[in-house]
């Protein structure tokens, strides 16, 4: 079964760091993948995804991802943070289907990330 | 508004009462998701819709959970004879198109709190 796993619960970095969240996935072939923020209270905004082709993904906020598929990885990074990126981060994927399939999305637990000003 | 609309924000309901959560797309969107989110976890998916049919009821977690679009457009999501462990947010998604890959993402709504006494 596909599976995505976010080893961090809780990040603190200080504001104007980099930060690095990790996440790792399991599934049989290449998924579609996402990283999506949550602010408290709020529903889920999506920040970027991969599909395929160029494995180093741009999105929003000033954000970026890498996928390696040598290591079922997608980690998300930002080199330097605001005050404004404390939220939850979740990452998600969707099986690859060829069917036309729906995006029917599989999340990790999270990864808390706290902003030292 | 523009956005994916949830109602109520927050629901308490005594166990055994029945809850019906609604959700209201983005205008002209074919998909709709339902996920449900415990605290401290991410969400889960629940049930999927394309347009008014239910294509996708695997992840409701038992038949006290019923979903329905009869329009393709308003979702209901319904829990009868509610339990203590029902308690979560209850999250809404839609997107434009089927195809999961497309450059259309999933648009969240804010969610429903449910708490279960």
Known sequence: AQSVTQPDIHITVSEGASLELRCNYSYGATPYLFWYVQSPGQGLQLLLKYFSGDTLVQGIKGFEAEFKRSQSSFNLRKPSVHWSDAAEYFCAVAPNSFSGGYNKLIFGAGTRLAVHP | ?117
């Open chain 2, 1 to 117: 508004g523009a956005g994916v609309s949830q109602s109520p924000r927050y629901k308490v309901a005594k166990r055994g009462q029945d809850v019906a959560l609604r959700c209201d797309p983005i205008s002209g969107h074919v998909s709709l998701f339902w996920y449900q989110q415990a605290l401290g976890q991410g969400p889960e998916f629940l049930t999927y819709f394309q347009n008014e049919a239910q294509l996708d009821k695997s992840g409701l977690p038992s038949d006290r959970f019923f979903a329905e679009r009869p329009e393709g457009s308003v979702s209901t999501l319904k829990i009868q004879r509610t339990q203590q462990e029902d308690s979560a947010v209850y999250l809404c998604a839609s997107s434009l198109t089927v195809a999961v890959k497309s450059n259309q993402p999933q648009h969240f709504g804010d969610g429903t709190r449910l708490s279960i006494l």
